[in-house]
């Protein structure tokens, strides 16, 4: 059974950065396609990122691309979301989420399209 644990979220100024890091453990990762969502308080779940279980290929939302860069270590099991220019509206709980899915092309899915989930982490953006 493959379990996900988010970490690296926390207080960040406007302008700054953090590192997210998923770990995988209890199965394979290198099968597994994953997403970062996130979730803000009285808002629906975001897609965020994805990257594909290779790690050839990702794709953004347009919210964040050019600030965050998603990249993975299968080696380590591990995903890795970096961001960039926080910005407050970028104040959520981030999560993410893994399928068991080896195709070449990552494509922002909705949430219900993935089977596994970690707890997510808090990150705030604020002065």
């Known amino acids: 059974q493959l379990q996900l644990v988010e970490s690296g979220g926390g207080l960040v100024q406007p302008g700054g950065s953090l590192r997210l890091s998923c770990a995988a453990s209890?199965?394979?990762?290198?099968?597994?396609?994953v997403g970062w969502f996130r979730q803000a308080p009285g808002k629906e779940r975001e897609g965020v990122s994805c990257?594909?279980?290779?790690?050839?290929?990702?794709d953004y939302a347009d919210s964040v691309k050019g600030r965050f860069t998603i990249s993975r270590d299968n080696a380590k099991s591990t995903v890795y979301l970096k961001k960039n220019s926080l910005k407050p509206e970028d104040t959520a709980v981030y999560y993410c989420?893994?399928?068991?899915?080896?195709?070449?092309?990552?494509?922002?899915?909705?949430?219900?399209?993935?089977?596994?989930w970690g707890q997510g982490t808090q990150v705030t953006v604020s002065s």
């Open positions: 989420a893994a399928e068991a899915n080896t195709w070449a092309t990552a494509t922002m899915k909705s949430p219900h399209e993935y089977n596994y």
């Open positions: 209890g199965v394979t990762f290198g099968y597994y396609a």
């Open positions: 990257i594909s279980s290779s790690g050839g290929s990702t």
